[in-house]
């Protein structure tokens, strides 16, 4: 695996996630017919949250990013990205685990969308992500905080 850390976000970083996002969906949303070019970016700039953020960098470059949002019940997973060369290399499995360990200390329930057909899945499913409901496009997965650390 690469030397990689993950650090805040900023407001500077939102225009490095948006391209990343449109790399990184860009065939999954075309095998959807969903594929817009400008959309896709501004959709992750319009609800980017930098409070909630975290990028992820390789050898102090930008190479990726998640977020995860509280709401009401739960926390949302979301804009979880890695640069396409980095993808399988461990760091995306490093991350999420790091995410779900500190939800579980605090008994939070994680939720996340993913695109139909989308290889993320299984990653998401490795984790103990479980369909939750599903449409045309999205896959909404759901993950309860893991028994044995929250009864500690």
């Not at 225009?15 to 990343?20: I, K, R, S, Y």
């Not at 890695?82 to 490093?94: C, N, V």
């Not at 995410?99 to 139909?116: A, K, M």
Request: charged share 30%; hydrophobic share 45%; with cysteine.
């Amino acid at each position: 695996m690469a030397d990689w850390r993950i650090r805040p976000a900023s407001v500077a970083d939102v225009e490095a996630v948006a391209e990343l996002r449109a790399v990184v969906l860009r065939a999954d949303l075309e095998r959807l017919g969903r594929y817009d070019e400008q959309r896709v970016r501004q959709r992750l700039r319009d609800g980017f949250a930098p409070a909630h953020t975290w990028v992820i960098e390789v050898g102090r470059a930008f190479a990726g990013c998640v977020s995860l949002r509280p709401v009401e019940d739960a926390s949302w997973l979301e804009h979880f990205y890695l640069a396409p060369h980095l993808q399988g290399s461990g760091i995306g499995a490093a991350v999420l685990r790091g995410l779900l360990e500190q939800c579980d200390r605090d008994g939070t329930l994680v939720r996340l969308n993913v695109l139909q057909g989308s290889p993320a899945r299984r990653l998401y499913e490795r984790h103990g992500f479980t369909l939750d409901t599903e449409d045309p496009v999205d896959v909404f997965m759901v993950r309860e905080a893991a028994l044995a650390v929250r009864d500690k």
